[in-house]
């Protein structure tokens, strides 16, 4: 298990570097520059050239990148061109947001997912079955700015349930030890505060939610369809096992492979779906300021914030491929 | 299995039962809030972005601007309502013959923040704090406006030197005249702010790399001004948030704090405000205009300080022509594109300034809407079947431009009409529009516009035609001259100056001036007295609640 963990460590490296000059290469590739978004409408040429020659975007393309990749190495991320502030601080400070709401996102698709598709495999044929399926496709088909906008006119302007935006009521006066607002209220006993955090949350958690919560459905439909109808079962069932054991040990624990390796798949998913999201909700995560970095032309966060979200993603399949071990012992002996 | 269903049904009760619950916390919650709101002394405005910077000296967007405006003053301020330069904390000046002398008369007993006294030595300090910035802090992209008002440091620039003659009297000297050097003070980016504050947080040292500054503390964490309103925090990426200063000379009336909330999405802005999460925002999309309104919002307009034009790139022919331009001109039915693109209120322009800048002329030649006239004037410069390309900018807008497209639309089809065949070619504002325009040769009619910084018709003409450039794609020395003249000239030369400039200018038909549409606020009812200004010189002390 150690060894798949060092070995899976180990391969980031080459991953990251050859991820390094794509990024470098893509972002250079695009049309503009941070110096006309800098500068505006009445940026003389002369102007843009002094900017450029200021941040060093006027030497060759090599001498740019060895001195990106000397400074990346040294922990450096560079500095956001839009902000002037370290790209590392910005992810650093804004990633909490990310988190918790991919957090609230995936324990809705989750929490609704998996048994609704478990329902619908083991009724087939049903109304919850078919609604299930109706379910899937809405909620991977809608846009989410379009949900986004519904979920907000009916529960924020309508019925003024939750926050239309934000993260937290900027009226209330939190501190903010780690930057997750909900578990911050908790740690210092701010309760109002880590309250009017979830409630923030609740919104663009189900915005993002929905389509993973689709997939998962879909998943584990047809994960149980088949594992219920496989011979183990048959045979359990016909030894007079307890129905709810069946359905636990037999059916679901068995069906859940597939459904986990998605569930972790769809974890980089959520974190390019927070750029909609965050944009929509003005949540201040880390998909709203890449949003923002790229209609800027902010080549260091670009390239920054894509790395550090690349190790994040490996990171997380990393996990989700350790914890196979823990659900199949097959897997656990072949390691 | 029929037991089962029966569970499930529990269950599905047993979500709805909490759900229903849990809005009701909600709701009483928002409802407590409410009964709070007799003694509101928080006023929540939605921004479109964090400010660039704290320190506004190394500022030159609108949302650094709109924040610093509460925390820092001027020598010069803005008359309220207008564009005209004001005494603010400089009651009077006097200018020398010669234009090169400038000595300020200062308000006394004005404290900063951090209690140090305004006074002559801290006007002096910050003068020569802007006169003396080298590497990254004298660039563009972080001290545009001082670069642009006075020319940069050094040798090249336009500053002599500040004397403290007494605590309250600073003279300023100038190597050359800087005849809009007043108006240009009212700017947030001339700010007085503490020299005490400045060195403490190492406001000039912008830290980072060589080639990749960083703000200093003072630009993110210590500003210190004379304003009415004080720094607390910066989330950023969030909010902002102030508090009133106990120490200002002037009065605050009901708001005690400010909370600048940042919400890019103009959609979401809209939202947040029918939700009551914030108390009024700005850049109110035309669209939504009408629909705030008839759900009891208020919308406030500003005084339109900005022109969007049709240019026309005299290398691209025969757009060098001036019957052509001329026909051009003619063929634009600018009240119907007013009524069919542009927010109520837009006024229709006729030059390249709007109305309320001080050398608008009422004769400049007009060229009225006559589709007739426009297809014999394409017929005496021989062009009956022209083809022109039209350059728009699109997933952009701007306060005078808020739909690019659909004023493109309006437009190209009068051109249509008089037998001009568009050639349309759309391009994304961010980051290629104008490269395009202004750093090419490669377009032909295109949209643009302005919006003016201060209240000074070079700052309009002088900009667009005050030496050759690509965009425009013409050389004229005699025009480029006449508008230096008029910068240069007396004072009380000037606006007749510049009146016979815009004659000029709208006689030789560069472009067509379209109109300056004007940009709304929105407002919860209860928000009253929101200082609305042309300049955007909008100081929340005055602001007062309702009951």
Redesign the interface.
């Known amino acids: 298990m150690i060894r798949l963990i060092v070995q899976r460590l180990l391969l980031l490296i080459p991953l990251l570097l050859g991820l390094s000059v794509l990024l470098f290469a893509w972002v250079r590739a695009?049309?503009?520059?941070p110096?006309?978004?800098?500068?505006?409408?009445?940026?003389t040429?002369e102007?843009?050239a002094?900017?450029n020659t200021?941040?060093?975007f006027d030497q060759p393309l090599y001498i740019q990148y060895f001195k990106y990749l000397t400074?990346l190495l040294q922990g450096?991320f560079?500095?956001s061109?839009?902000?002037?502030?370290?790209v590392l601080d910005?992810f650093i400070?804004?990633f909490p947001a990310t988190i918790e709401l991919t957090v609230v996102a995936l324990i809705i698709a989750i929490g609704i997912g998996i048994p609704l598709g478990y329902?619908a495999a083991r009724r087939a044929g049903s109304i919850i079955d078919h609604s299930s399926v109706v379910v899937s496709l809405i909620g991977v088909t809608v846009p989410v700015f379009f949900l986004a906008?519904i979920l907000?006119?009916v529960f924020?302007?309508e019925?003024?349930?939750?926050?239309?935006?934000?993260?937290?009521?900027?009226?209330i006066n939190a501190t903010?030890p780690t930057n997750f607002y909900v578990l911050d209220g908790i740690l210092t006993g701010e309760w109002d505060a880590a309250w009017d955090a979830l409630?923030h949350l609740v919104l663009p958690g189900i915005a993002l939610g929905t389509i993973p919560l689709a997939i998962v459905a879909r998943m584990t439909r047809a994960a149980v369809s088949e594992v219920q109808n496989a011979d183990y079962v048959r045979t359990a069932r016909a030894k007079g096992i307890k129905p709810a054991r069946l359905r636990g040990d037999h059916i679901l624990k068995n069906s859940m492979l597939p459904v986990l390796t998605t569930i972790g798949l769809q974890v980089g998913l959520l974190l390019s779906g927070a750029v909609l999201t965050e944009?929509?909700?003005?949540f201040?995560g880390i998909g709203?300021?890449l949003a923002?970095a790229v209609?800027?032309?902010d080549y260091?966060v670009m390239q920054g914030f894509v790395l550090l979200i690349a190790v994040v993603y490996a990171l997380v399949n990393l996990f989700v491929d350790v914890s196979y071990g823990l659900i199949d012992p097959r897997l656990r002996r072949q390691q | 299995m029929r037991r089962r269903a029966t569970r499930?049904a529990g269950g599905v009760t047993l979500v709805t039962t909490l759900a229903v619950a849990l809005?009701g916390c909600?709701?009483s919650e928002?409802d407590a809030e409410g009964g709070e709101e007799s003694g509101k002394d928080?006023f929540?405005f939605a921004a479109s972005?964090?400010p660039?910077?704290l320190d506004p000296a190394f500022a030159?967007?609108g949302e650094s601007f709109r924040v610093a405006r509460q925390m820092f003053e001027g020598l010069v301020g803005v008359e309220p309502g207008t564009a005209d330069p004001a005494p603010l904390l400089a009651e009077t000046w006097d200018i020398s013959e010669d234009g090169l002398e400038y000595t300020f008369h200062l308000k006394e007993g004005v404290k900063f923040h951090d209690d140090t006294d305004f006074d002559a030595e801290a006007v002096c300090f910050n003068f020569d704090r802007w006169a003396n910035w080298t590497g990254?802090a004298a660039?563009?992209?972080l001290s545009?406006y001082y670069t642009h008002v006075f020319g940069g440091q050094g040798e090249n620039g336009k500053y002599e030197s500040c004397e403290a003659s007494d605590a309250a009297t600073a003279v300023v000297k100038l190597k050359s005249p800087l005849p809009e050097l007043v108006p240009a003070l009212s700017l947030p980016s001339f700010s007085m702010q503490s020299p005490a504050a400045l060195e403490e947080f190492k406001a000039d040292e912008v830290g980072?790399?060589e080639?990749?500054?960083?703000?200093s503390a003072y630009a993110?964490e210590h500003p210190v001004g004379t304003g009415p309103y004080t720094f607390e925090e910066w989330?950023?990426?969030?909010?902002i948030?102030l508090n009133a200063f106990d120490g200002y000379w002037g009065e605050i009336a009901d708001v005690k704090s400010i909370?600048f909330?940042?919400?890019?999405?103009p959609?979401?802005r809209r939202?947040?405000l029918?939700?009551?999460?914030i108390d009024g925002y700005d850049l109110v999309a035309p669209a939504d205009v009408d629909a705030l309104e008839q759900a009891g919002f208020q919308i406030l307009d500003r005084d339109p300080f900005n022109i969007l034009y049709l240019g026309m790139n005299q290398k691209a022919k025969p757009l060098d022509d001036p019957l052509v331009r001329q026909a051009i001109a003619h063929a634009i039915d600018k009240e119907a594109l007013v009524a069919a693109a542009l927010p109520e209120g837009t006024e229709v322009a006729t030059q390249f300034v709007p109305s309320i800048v001080s050398g608008y002329s009422e004769d400049v030649p007009t060229y009225e809407f006559d589709q007739d006239k426009a297809r014999d004037l394409l017929a005496e410069a021989g062009q009956e079947n022209l083809e022109l390309e039209f350059n728009y900018p699109t997933d952009i807008s701007r306060p005078y431009m808020p739909d690019p497209a659909a004023i493109f639309e309006a437009i190209s089809a009068d051109l249509e009409e008089v037998g001009i065949t568009v050639t349309a070619t759309p391009e994304p504002w961010?980051?290629?529009y104008?490269?395009t325009i202004?750093?090419s040769e490669k377009h032909g009619l295109h949209l643009?516009g302005?919006t003016g910084d201060y209240n000074d018709t070079y700052n309009f003409i002088g900009?667009f035609f005050g030496a050759e450039s690509?965009e425009w794609g013409f050389n004229d020395p005699d025009l480029f001259k006449s508008l230096a003249d008029a910068r240069y000239a007396d004072v009380d030369q000037q606006e007749e100056l510049y009146k016979a400039a815009n004659e000029a200018v709208m006689e030789f038909l560069p472009g067509v001036p379209l109109a300056s549409p004007v940009p709304s606020l929105a407002f919860t009812d209860v928000v009253q007295g929101y200082p609305v200004s042309p300049v955007q010189d909008e100081v929340y002390n005055v602001i007062t609640f309702s009951e």
Do not use: C
């Not at chain 1, 695009?30 to 520059?33: D, R, T």
């Not at chain 1, 944009?279 to 003005?282: D, G, L």
């Not at chain 2, 909330?261 to 999405?265: K, R």
């Open positions: 695009l049309p503009g520059g110096a006309t978004a800098l500068l505006g409408e009445r940026a040429p102007a843009i002094r900017i200021l941040y060093g400074r450096d560079g500095v061109t839009r902000t002037a502030r370290p910005e400070t804004r329902v906008f907000k006119y924020a302007v019925l003024g349930w939750f926050p239309s935006t934000g993260r937290q009521d900027p009226t903010h409630m944009t929509v909700f003005a201040a709203s300021f923002e209609f800027n032309a260091p | 499930l809005s909600v709701a928002r928080t929540v972005a964090d660039g910077s030159s967007d990254l660039s563009e992209s545009y980072g790399a080639d990749a500054p960083e703000l993110t989330k950023t990426g969030e909010s948030t909370v909330t940042v919400i890019a999405e959609t979401a939202q947040a029918e939700a009551g999460d961010s980051p290629t104008l490269d202004q750093g643009l302005w900009t690509s």
